[in-house]
């Protein structure tokens, strides 16, 4: 089966998950900063892709600012809206959780995958909405920096 990636940009941004610009960077990284001192999220809204088929992955480009090694936790949260339903009648599907052991090395980008095993039964050309959180009070979350998210793309399969 083949694959395909769509990129994602957040519609959201709740908890000082601000939108931000490398400093002092030859050209213009953007990336959206979730703070080690606090719970912080950032919304995805976006239709399915007409040939999505299923095995959804949420992939996350990052780097932690401080350059403290340890796990770093996230979770992404789905909700799909069909053709029909009501929106504000419908809810967030279970939390799906992904960990990564981060390096002491500042600005050294990693590959998170969090795969989407709860993803509200999405369908090609449904309107989807995606949760992606950090808690940093997380037992499992033992990085004391904050992360950097440049890029956020979801691989699925096509039909």
Do not use: H, W
């Given at each position: 089966m083949?694959?395909?990636?769509l990129p994602l940009m957040p519609?959201?941004i709740a908890g000082?998950?601000m939108?931000n610009?490398?400093?002092n960077?030859?050209?213009?990284?953007?990336?959206?900063?979730?703070?080690k001192?606090?719970q912080t999220?950032?919304i995805?809204?976006?239709?399915?892709?007409?040939?999505?088929?299923?095995?959804?992955?949420l992939?996350?480009?990052?780097d932690t600012?401080d350059?403290e090694?340890g796990?770093?936790?996230?979770t992404a949260?789905?909700?799909?809206?069909?053709?029909?339903?009501?929106?504000?009648?419908?809810?967030f599907?279970t939390a799906?959780?992904?960990?990564?052991?981060?390096e002491?090395?500042v600005?050294?980008t990693?590959?998170l995958a969090i795969?989407?095993?709860?993803?509200?039964?999405?369908?090609a050309d449904d309107?989807?909405?995606?949760?992606l959180?950090?808690t940093?009070e997380n037992a499992?979350?033992?990085?004391?920096?904050?992360?950097?998210v440049?890029?956020v793309?979801?691989e699925?399969?096509?039909?």
């Amino acid at each position: 089966m083949s694959t395909e990636s769509l990129p994602l940009m957040p519609c959201l941004i709740a908890g000082d998950a601000m939108d931000n610009q490398v400093p002092n960077a030859d050209v213009p990284l953007r990336f959206l900063r979730f703070p080690k001192e606090r719970q912080t999220e950032a919304i995805f809204q976006f239709m399915a892709p007409s040939n999505y088929a299923s095995g959804a992955v949420l992939n996350l480009v990052y780097d932690t600012e401080d350059g403290e090694a340890g796990d770093i936790r996230v979770t992404a949260e789905v909700m799909a809206v069909s053709n029909g339903e009501l929106a504000n009648a419908l809810s967030f599907d279970t939390a799906n959780a992904a960990t990564d052991t981060v390096e002491a090395t500042v600005g050294e980008t990693n590959l998170l995958a969090i795969t989407l095993t709860n993803a509200d039964s999405v369908a090609a050309d449904d309107l989807v909405l995606i949760r992606l959180r950090r808690t940093p009070e997380n037992a499992a979350d033992t990085v004391d920096a904050d992360m950097r998210v440049f890029l956020v793309d979801l691989e699925y399969t096509i039909a």
